[in-house]
């Protein structure tokens, strides 16, 4: 269903032909808010920029259709949603009037499709609902059709495999809710019907399923679902903490050469200096140490002689000081 209808005659036959209230700029386009009806019968109210339809608006057709969204430069941009005239309906992202990026279509007999679209079909990753059976198709699509690797889901099985050119082809498996698996394989078959030369020949192709042993499935336990998430979580931490050990390893490194290059940038005089300055004080430092020993020495002297004379006449009663207590 073509979503672009009669859209185009509005900038084909001109911005001035059929009516329009609205702003204009300064060379009388159509300009900021407005509200256009072409000679078709269509119409347009939303925003205008230099003459085109740019930005929020709402497109009604003669048919019933309409769209509701982004415009840029006259082509649908942007999010937007588009019924179409047999009720069906899409609702996403659109580029340069295309079906494009994230969007999902509601078809008109209930079937669903959500996921991604490039150049108005279906492409790339998506699901897609029957609506009749309730089956479900989960995973790659190619130009509208699948093709990779999917997920049939049916009420009480699965297929998981190889999709190609809409069908099914090469390895996979059908998983039962009762708890087993078989592996095998699609094989594709051509079976050609009797036509005369001069008609074109087309193959019909029916894949054929190759099928190897029933298995049960292999489920894990909840203990060992909460071991795997708890190891998970070890593994994480311990990443965690070597990335913050090498990080700090990596700041004090940085500290260390900054350092270094600032001590190289020091003058040599200011260095001399340093050092000759350093040797006075420690020059100092020893004479004034050589003093004060003395004068311990005769400090020591005066005590033990003032300690021989003044000896207490009763020690009872006195209690010994504590020894101090050890800083916390």
Request: with cysteine.
């Amino acid at each position: 269903m073509s979503d672009i209808g009669s859209e185009e005659m509005e900038e084909e036959q001109g911005p001035y032909l059929g009516e329009y209230e609205g702003g204009r700029n300064e060379r009388e386009e159509r300009h900021g808010h407005g509200k256009a009806t072409l000679p078709n019968g269509d119409t347009y109210e939303g925003l205008y920029e230099n003459g085109k339809r740019h930005g929020q608006g709402v497109y009604r057709f003669k048919n019933g259709a309409r769209y509701i969204g982004e415009y840029a430069k006259n082509k649908k941009h942007g999010q937007g949603t588009f019924i179409y005239p047999d009720g069906s309906k899409y609702e996403g992202s659109w580029v340069e009037d295309q079906r494009c990026g994230f969007g999902k279509y509601y078809y008109v007999n209930n079937d669903t499709y959500e996921g991604e679209w490039a150049n108005h079909v279906r492409h790339g990753q998506g699901c897609y609902t029957y609506a009749e059976t309730g089956t479900k198709y989960v995973g790659t699509w190619v130009n509208g059709k699948r093709d990779g690797h999917g997920e049939l889901i049916h009420t009480n099985h699965k297929y998981v495999g190889t999709f190609k050119e809409d069908r099914m082809d090469g390895k996979g498996k059908y998983v039962f809710d009762i708890g087993c698996e078989q592996h095998g394989e699609y094989i594709v078959t051509e079976l050609n019907e009797d036509k005369a030369e001069e008609e074109e020949v087309q193959p019909i192709v029916i894949p054929k399923w190759k099928a190897g042993p029933v298995k049960a499935i292999q489920l894990k336990t909840e203990e060992e679902e909460e071991e795997e998430a708890a190891q998970a979580a070890a593994e994480a931490a311990a990443a965690e903490a070597a990335a913050a050990e090498v990080a700090e390893k990596e700041r004090q490194l940085a500290e260390q050469q900054k350092a270094e290059e600032e001590a190289a940038k020091a003058p040599a005089g200011e260095t001399s200096e340093s050092a000759e300055s350093t040797d006075k004080t420690e020059q100092g430092e020893d004479a004034e140490g050589k003093k004060s020993d003395d004068q311990v020495g005769g400090d020591e002297a005066q005590d033990a002689q003032d300690t021989k004379e003044e000896v207490p006449e009763d020690n009872e009663g006195q209690t010994a000081p504590e020894p101090p207590q050890e800083a916390e």
